[in-house]
């Protein structure tokens, strides 16, 4: 039997090379070449088979068609709205993290509405009955089909016409014209190329399930991810209840959007205030602890940032941080001895977004200043106190973006007093709330008590 020929693919760009390189000599990314079996081409075109026509744009009837709402706000929010007419959503994470039971409680609710369909590869008909029956849901009008050929998928899908279905995951799918074995970079990307177009063909609604590799990564080729409308990620501890599912492309909303559930015996039940989980509830007040306002998208987050400055007991200080930039952390150092006059460079400094929530934006280095110096100088902040704001190497306080819808809901929350950027003071005073308008890192540590 004559040895199969095998090419190598690239899972950023989806190129292909012959034989295996350390780098790829596509895209010039490193450590991105696997291994799969070469297909036969298959010609997939056909020019007595092209039904698109040349038109002009401003000739086309566009109107904006309603969403279909999944029932669970949350989830409606980091969606833009609900889902769309057509449209690929790709939802990945972990394992075990919850990605079936949100889509299956989902499906549930939307049932009553609309047709919908289950397609599950990675568990049989009786397992997936199993769990809506432990999570009490109605799917009395939810239609499950078990199978994992592409072919067989795309033939009920066109004979049923659901509005919205569900490949559960897109991994475990295989076409019969790859000889390569699912999971593999060419079916994932067969796949999920043929499922987009006949979304778009008929007007289905599909959302694909993905898994995830070990750096947290969507599993197969990146080009996968820009085949898709939109690109969700499941995230969350497994020691914590607590789940997040943040928006990171979508063609049809905002991106960044966060939507919290809390898992329980009966699934996902939505968190409508998501800043009581990020805020510790400390009896009396603590050095080293800070809140801040961040903004998810278009909602504001308040974020208890807690800090821990202590004595090396070696050449090298620590600098650890959890939930935030570790490469930012040590920049903020350097500005807070330079332009305040506070040295850390004998001091372990430990930095912790509390709740597991990651923060990316720059307006949290205010806050993150702010927890050390209480920490160094073991002195609470003022109590019912928000900051933000991001800080230049001039020593400079900068404006945040929304800074007027951040003060709002602090004010909303509670707090009494917040040190802001000076450009973000608003004109008109915000009622219940005191402001602190900075323009310099060594004002705000002045405000600070």
Not at 74 to 94: S, Y
Request: charged share 20%.
């Amino acid at each position: 039997m004559a040895k199969q020929k095998t090419i190598y693919f690239c899972n950023d760009c989806g190129g292909q090379t012959l034989k295996w390189q350390g780098q790829c000599p596509h895209c010039q990314a490193w450590n991105t070449l696997v291994e799969t079996i070469a297909e036969k081409s298959v010609s997939r075109f056909s020019p007595q088979s092209a039904t698109s026509q040349v038109q002009n744009l401003s000739t086309i009837d566009a109107h904006e068609e309603p969403r279909f709402s999944t029932g669970i706000d949350e989830l409606d929010r980091v969606l833009g709205g609900g889902l769309v007419h057509g449209g690929v959503v790709l939802l990945g994470g972990d394992p075990g993290i919850g990605k079936s039971t949100l889509l299956l409680q989902a499906l549930s609710n939307m049932s009553a509405q609309y047709p919908v369909l289950y397609v599950s590869g990675e568990e049989s008909a009786q397992q997936v009955a199993l769990r809506a029956r432990r999570l009490a849901l109605n799917v009395q009008a939810v239609h499950l089909f078990a199978e994992i050929q592409l072919e067989k998928i795309q033939a009920v899908l066109i004979e049923r016409k659901p509005a919205i279905a569900v490949i559960d995951s897109i991994q475990t799918i295989y076409s019969e014209v790859l000889q390569s074995a699912p999971g593999s970079v060419a079916q994932v990307r067969e796949c999920a190329a043929q499922l987009t177009r006949l979304a778009k063909a008929n007007g289905i609604c599909i959302i694909l399930v993905g898994h995830v590799t070990k750096e947290g990564a969507l599993a197969g080729p990146r080009v996968l991810e820009h085949m898709v409308d939109t690109v969700l990620y499941f995230e969350g501890d497994m020691h914590s209840s607590f789940r997040m599912v943040r928006a990171f492309k979508n063609r049809f909303g905002a991106v960044n959007e966060l939507g919290v559930f809390s898992m329980g015996e009966k699934g996902l039940r939505e968190v409508k205030n998501p800043s009581a989980l990020f805020l510790s509830h400390h009896n009396t007040q603590v050095a080293g602890s800070c809140i801040m306002v961040t903004q998810e998208g278009t909602r504001p987050l308040l974020v208890e940032i807690q800090a821990l400055v202590d004595e090396a007991r070696s050449l090298s200080p620590r600098r650890l941080c959890i939930g935030l930039e570790q490469n930012r952390l040590a920049m903020l150092l350097a500005v807070l001895h330079r332009h305040a006059g506070i040295p850390c460079y004998d001091q372990d400094v430990f930095v912790n977004a509390v709740g597991g929530v990651k923060i990316n934006e720059p307006g949290a280095d205010l806050a993150i200043v702010l927890a050390i110096v209480s920490s160094l100088k073991n002195k609470p902040i003022t109590e019912k106190t928000v900051v933000m704001g991001e800080i230049g190497l001039a020593g400079e306080i900068r404006p945040v973006q929304r800074g007027q819808e951040r003060l709002k809901e602090a004010a909303k929350l509670g707090f009494k007093q917040a040190i802001i950027p000076l450009a973000n003071k608003p004109k008109q005073a915000i009622p219940e709330i005191k402001v602190i308008p900075v323009a310099r890192i060594r004002d705000a540590v002045t405000h600070m008590y």
